[in-house]
């Protein structure tokens, strides 16, 4: 089972269903950078274990963003409730999300506008049983309505783990993970789980090939839809790493090259950004030139025709180097010829050691995003860019005090 990311990197750490008060914090007008946006602390009188963390985040406008996270219970399976906050170009707002949306692990949220909001949770272990159906919510600026995504039919009584979900239009909505079914089964089993709505309906949508997950969606059109994932190599036990693309009428497999295509000791391919229809980066673990052994953070990008591939520089980030462990790598366009890349290892919990973990990416140099904006103690665990701009957004928390905040930055040029 995958693990929560929360409690991935505090172990026992859970989360206590408190009502929270939004509060506004942001940047000087006209300062550059990355800077902190908004703080979403526990409740007062929280026990210490409590922890609050951003998870998600969408910007389909400058003025409007929404960052979706939430708090864990360290009452054993218990279920956590979302957190949900908006900004819409001048303060921030905490929506609160129907009382039955709950889960064990990550929220996605997935925005169209301001009146259009998708959030979608996993399904779940909650008191010996498992909740069999992932749900989704949806916020049309003044209530929610909820309801069941569908499952694949083979899976019916496993469990289901969503991971990404993007928003291609009001009418186009993905949502991606995998399905596992070896909780009820003898026979060990992970299979795509990939559902679309056309603006009436849910629908689970045949995979290609024979993926074991999805790990990533981008979207620029209802025709243009890229996704990342990977399926599991009998021979080897290894992650084979996949890129699709949809073109409005099916999805086809990109092909992989031999160097990139296994994942050695690590997820591999986590996240992709869309440019075009015949254009793509992805990120994930990469080889490291420098020891076969080894993973690094890095980018892939598919032109159409060929694959070229770029890794953080060891010599100056050698704690980047994985040679085990589940790291966390995201990436987004920084809305020019660029990209920022986050990369947490999330089975570790001392942050004192990493040099940082936000990366901006342009002309084949790599950039490390410096403090005070985002210090080493802040986990980024996901990223956004605003259509048309280059503002971006980045969620996640801290650890630094206890107990521990969410946090939302932006970044302006």
């Known amino acids: 089972m995958r693990r929560s990311l929360l409690t991935g990197i505090v172990a026992g750490v859970a989360i206590s269903v408190l009502a929270l008060p939004a509060l506004a914090s942001g940047r000087a007008a006209g300062v550059a950078g990355w800077q902190l946006a908004q703080t979403v602390h526990t409740p007062a009188g929280s026990p210490a274990s409590d922890l609050v963390a951003m998870t998600s985040v969408s910007a389909p406008s400058a003025d409007d963003v929404w960052a979706a996270g939430a708090l864990e219970s360290t009452e054993g399976d218990a279920p956590n409730h979302p957190v949900l906050e908006h900004w819409n170009g001048h303060v921030w707002t905490r929506i609160a999300m129907p009382s039955s949306f709950t889960s064990v692990y990550d929220y996605r949220v997935a925005a169209v506008s301001s009146t259009d909001?998708?959030?979608?949770?996993?399904?779940?272990?909650?008191?010996?049983?498992?909740?069999?159906?992932?749900?989704?919510?949806?916020?049309?600026?003044?209530?929610?309505?909820?309801?069941?995504?569908?499952?694949?039919?083979?899976?019916?009584?496993?469990?289901?783990?969503?991971?990404?979900?993007?928003?291609?239009?009001?009418?186009?909505?993905?949502?991606?993970?995998?399905?596992?079914?070896?909780?009820?089964?003898?026979?060990?089993?992970?299979?795509?789980?990939?559902?679309?709505?056309?603006?009436?309906?849910?629908?689970?949508?045949?995979?290609?090939?024979?993926?074991?997950?999805?790990?990533?969606?981008?979207?620029?059109?209802?025709?243009?839809?890229?996704?990342?994932?990977?399926?599991?190599?009998?021979?080897?036990?290894?992650?084979?790493?996949?890129?699709?693309?949809?073109?409005?009428?099916?999805?086809?497999?990109?092909?992989?090259?031999?160097?990139?295509?296994?994942?050695?000791?690590?997820?591999?391919?986590?996240?992709?950004?869309?440019?075009?229809?015949?254009?793509?980066?992805?990120?994930?673990?990469?080889?490291?030139?420098?020891?076969?052994?080894?993973?690094?953070?890095?980018?892939?990008?598919?032109?159409?025709?060929?694959?070229?591939?770029?890794?953080?520089?060891?010599?100056?980030?050698?704690?980047?180097?994985?040679?085990?462990?589940?790291?966390?790598?995201?990436?987004?366009?920084?809305?020019?010829?660029?990209?920022?890349?986050?990369?947490?290892?999330?089975?570790?919990?001392?942050?004192?050691?990493?040099?940082?973990?936000?990366?901006?990416y342009a002309h084949g140099r790599w950039t490390l995003a410096p403090e005070p904006g985002i210090a080493a103690w802040d986990l980024v665990t996901a990223l956004a860019s605003v259509p048309g701009t280059d503002k971006a957004w980045a969620a996640g928390y801290t650890l630094k005090t206890r107990p521990g905040s969410g946090l939302v930055f932006r970044y302006s040029a």
Not at 167 to 191: E, H, K, L, M, T
């Open 117 to 360: 909001v998708w959030v979608f949770n996993s399904s779940f272990k909650s008191q010996g049983r498992f909740e069999e159906k992932p749900m989704w919510a949806h916020w049309n600026g003044r209530s929610w309505t909820t309801g069941s995504l569908a499952i694949p039919a083979l899976t019916a009584s496993g469990l289901i783990d969503v991971a990404a979900a993007a928003a291609a239009g009001p009418d186009d909505i993905w949502v991606g993970g995998v399905a596992r079914s070896y909780y009820f089964s003898a026979q060990s089993s992970d299979n795509p789980f990939l559902d679309f709505f056309n603006g009436r309906t849910w629908r689970v949508y045949p995979f290609p090939g024979t993926a074991g997950e999805i790990t990533g969606i981008s979207a620029l059109s209802p025709a243009d839809v890229w996704a990342v994932g990977g399926s599991p190599d009998g021979s080897s036990g290894d992650e084979v790493n996949l890129l699709l693309h949809w073109n409005g009428r099916s999805w086809q497999s990109i092909r992989i090259p031999v160097s990139l295509r296994s994942a050695v000791n690590g997820p591999g391919f986590s996240d992709v950004v869309a440019e075009s229809s015949d254009s793509a980066w992805v990120a994930g673990l990469m080889p490291w030139s420098g020891g076969s052994a080894y993973l690094i953070p890095g980018l892939a990008h598919w032109d159409g025709t060929r694959w070229t591939v770029t890794t953080i520089p060891a010599s100056v980030s050698s704690a980047a180097l994985i040679s085990g462990g589940t790291p966390l790598v995201r990436a987004v366009s920084d809305g020019g010829a660029g990209l920022w890349l986050a990369w947490q290892d999330i089975d570790g919990s001392d942050r004192k050691s990493a040099p940082g973990q936000l990366w901006h």
